[in-house]
């Protein structure tokens, strides 16, 4: 749902101009000659990935009762009313007007959020309007300028804070449980996958035995657990690209990788007796680099020799998994039916980091204490890249835009960096995290 944003203020401190710069064209009229706009005018905008609902509304002059300008400050009471956040202007060349206080007085009362904006600071000469400017009780002003774009991120970082996509997170928490989860089970020819579906839906659902490649296509059955609906796919083995010749095992091969790419959390089965082998890795980064949520399930516990796997899975895990830590791995024995709930918890564990959305808030006060730790490198022109916000552009998996004025040269080392903090500090171990930095926009553009 949109941030609700009032745009207040007295005539010409450039209402209408900074609607039109907000959404990205000319829908609002601007001229020098103050009160062009009477009614409310409403504008939808994303603004850095932020949906807003902006209404522009007319400044305050004095009028009889029932005049023309009565009934637009009226209009000007209304949109406060149905705003979220106030963005209250001022024009910083002229300084304060006692109409600005008589707006402040108005906003105050309605006990509506406000961000305080000083427009019309393109050059040096204002500081004395933003200083006088604390006396309207509105907290710290933002040096801003609508015409030329200059505040743009200082701006972004206010309204952020009262962003209502961050008060319905748990809608969307809500949403989520009432959707069936896609649940592949993948893995290498004759791990027991066939044998675990059928130990999830307690009956002999899959032609199972010690040959290898008896399933031979994907095979999705509808399945509840906890009340959660699953939709379970039981899939061919993969083995070594360099060892499939037949062409049935090549449609069977196909026929698992689509099935796993398209779901949305991927148990991976290992033989206890020969985990994360070379043909395991391959499959893990695969679904990996698709963006599913992971899961390892180490399957024939109870005949394994304990120590030694548990050692040999957490070593490789460490070595050769790097770009996702945190994977999930549970124990099981699809054939006496042991850690099967443990590993479902895992699923729908990690199925709700896949979907998670970290609100804007406490992502950019983490965002500027990680910096604080280690400060980005230098670039290629030999200035320090200065990564100035960030912002979470979808889920599942969760990924990121970072916004610099000069992200060319920032090394991957640092990119990983980032991403490893972010996944302790926010619980996103077992699934991607997708981060890219793009260029902010130049204000004088």
């Known amino acids: ?33 103050p009160g062009v706009t009477r009614d409310r005018k409403e504008a939808l905008a994303s603004f850095r990935g932020l949906d807003l609902k902006l209404i522009d509304t007319a400044g305050f ?41 008589v707006f402040a007085t108005l906003v105050r009362q309605s006990h509506k959020p406000v961000i305080l904006l000083a427009n019309k600071c393109e050059g040096k000469n204002q500081e004395d309007s933003i200083f006088e400017s604390y006396k309207l009780g509105l907290g710290e002003p933002i040096p801003f300028s609508a015409e030329h774009g200059l505040g743009l991120e200082d701006l972004y970082q206010a309204l952020v804070e009262y962003d209502k996509e961050n008060s319905d997170i748990e809608d969307i928490e809500e949403d989520l449980k009432e959707k069936a989860i896609d649940l592949a089970i993948v893995g290498r020819p004759n791990v027991g996958k066939s044998t675990l579906v059928n130990a999830f839906l307690n009956d002999e659902r899959m032609l199972t035995g010690p040959e290898a490649g008896i399933t031979r296509d994907a095979i999705k059955t ?10 379970l796919v039981d899939t061919a083995g993969l083995r070594r690209q360099s060892k499939i010749v037949d062409s049935l095992e090549k ?61 040999r899975l957490n070593d490789r895990l460490q070595t050769s998994l790097t770009q996702v830590s945190g994977i999930p791995t549970v124990t099981v024995s699809a054939l006496k039916k042991e850690g099967l709930d443990k590993l479902m918890r895992a699923v729908l564990k990690v199925y709700e980091r896949w979907n998670k959305r970290i609100p804007t808030a406490p992502l950019n006060k983490w965002f500027s204490d990680v910096q604080a730790q280690n400060t980005p490198p230098l670039g290629k022109n030999k200035r320090r890249i200065k990564l100035k916000y960030i912002t979470q552009a979808k889920t599942r998996p969760p990924s990121f ?15 990983r960096y980032l991403i490893n903090d972010m996944r302790q500090t926010f619980d996103l171990g077992g699934v991607p995290i997708r981060i890219t930095v793009r260029k902010s926009d130049n204000p004088y553009a």
């Not at 209402?15 to 829908?27: A, E, I, P």
């Not at 509808?222 to 939709?231: A, C, M």
Request: with cysteine.
């Open 61 to 101: 002059e004095t009028g009889g009762e029932d005049s023309i300008e009565s009934r637009m400050y009226a209009q000007t009471k209304r949109a406060i009313d149905a705003a979220d956040v106030c963005l209250f202007m001022i024009d910083a060349r002229t300084g304060l007007h006692p109409y600005d206080e």
């Open 1 to 33: 749902m949109a941030l609700t944003v009032a745009i207040i203020g007295r005539p010409n401190v450039g209402k209408s101009t900074l609607l039109n710069r907000l959404v990205g064209r000319k829908v609002a009229l601007v001229h020098d000659t």
């Open 251 to 311: 449609m069977s091969a196909a026929s698992t990788k689509h099935a796993a790419f398209m779901a949305q959390v991927v148990i991976l089965v290992l033989d206890a007796d020969a985990v994360l082998d070379k043909q395991d890795l391959t499959i893990a980064r695969q679904v990996i680099d698709e963006g599913r949520a992971l899961v390892i399930a180490v399957n024939k516990w109870d005949i394994a020799k304990r120590q030694q796997t548990i050692q």
């Open 222 to 231: 509808e399945w509840s657990f906890d009340g959660r609906r699953i939709n």
């Open 401 to 415: 835009y970072i916004f610099s004025s000069n992200p060319e040269g920032l090394p991957d080392s640092y990119l």
